[in-house]
């Protein structure tokens, strides 16, 4: 079989029809079973004791193989209160586009009640930091 990374390299993988997923690992990722993740037909491979004859894993198929950035991440019990945190949809980077938008409306209250303060190349420049933040938030959003 081929074993396919990410980075679009491939390794020849010699197996047997009655290998065992967990087996695969263990004879070609010495010390990081716990690391990788093999995915086969858009189905991660979980069972370690499956056989690849029982996965239908033939001669010259691919799997895809993921490794995980740690074994603690793989085995530890995910915390309830960073579940929480990530869940939320507002961060900084959420919450910029709407606050520029709200000082460009600001900054055109101001142009339009005390027009005396803005001399023609202010207007200009807010007229095009104008089209360019409409630009942004179209595209972000």
């Known amino acids: 079989i081929r074993l396919k990374f990410l980075n679009d390299t491939e390794e020849v993988a010699v197996v047997r029809p009655e290998d ?10 010495p010390g990081q079973e716990n690391q990788m993740k093999f995915i086969y037909r858009g189905q991660l491979l979980q069972d370690q ?10 001669d010259n198929c691919v799997i895809h193989c993921h490794r995980s950035r ?10 309830p209160s960073a579940a929480d945190a990530s869940s939320l949809p507002l961060s900084v980077g959420n919450l910029m ?5 709200v000082v460009l409306a600001g900054v055109w209250y101001f ?3 005390y027009r ?3 001399t023609a ?3 200009v420049s807010l007229i095009g930091v104008t089209v ?7 595209g972000v959003y």
């Open 121 to 123: 190349p202010a207007t």
């Open 116 to 118: 005396q303060l803005f």
């Open 111 to 113: 142009r339009i009640n």
């Open 49 to 58: 004791g499956r056989t690849l004859r029982s996965l239908h894993i033939t």
């Open 132 to 138: 360019l933040c409409s630009f942004l938030a179209f």
């Open 97 to 101: 586009v709407p606050t520029v938008m």
């Open 20 to 29: 065992t997923v967990g087996g695969l690992k263990s004879k070609y990722f």
């Open 70 to 79: 740690g074994a603690t991440a793989a085995t530890a019990l995910p915390d």
